[in-house]
Nanobody
Framework: VQLQASGGGLVQAGGSLRLSCVAS????????MGWYRQAPGKQRALVAV???????NYADDVKGRFTIARDNAKNTVDLQMNSLKSEDTAVYYC???????????????WGRGTQVTVSS
């Protein structure tokens, strides 16, 4: 199983970016899909998560600005980030809970991080 994230970059405060993460490989089912971020000197923290039945949770500091969505047919999870602030600057990681086959239990997989830099 591999996770490939894309969409990071440099943007001015108030701008928007869209992150995308696609899961590939041996996949029987996908449970929770989410995004985390880690700013310099800080611990990795949850940004948003979406369950297999589309229940969504956001971190308080991104509510109303970020939107998470999944496409089960394409095994993707996207994060639309609007009204970006300098404090959103971080490395963003996708995290997906996947059951590779009916005989295997589910595990969490992490994508390589993608840098998001918001200039003020």
């Amino acid at each position: 199983v591999q996770l490939q994230a894309s969409g990071g970059g440099l943007v001015q405060a108030g701008g928007s970016l869209r992150l995308s993460c696609v899961a590939s490989g041996s996949i029987f089912s996908i449970n929770d899909m989410g995004w985390y971020r880690q700013a310099p000197g800080k611990q990795r923290a949850l940004v948003a998560v979406i369950t297999s039945d589309n229940k969504i949770n956001y971190a308080d500091d991104v509510k109303g600005r970020f939107t998470i969505a999944r496409d089960n047919a394409k095994n993707t999870v996207d994060l639309q980030m609007n009204s970006l602030k300098s404090e959103d600057t971080a490395v963003y990681y996708c995290n997906v809970n996947i059951q590779p086959s009916p005989l295997w239990r589910s595990s969490e997989y992490w994508g390589r991080g993608t840098q998001v830099t918001v200039s003020s």
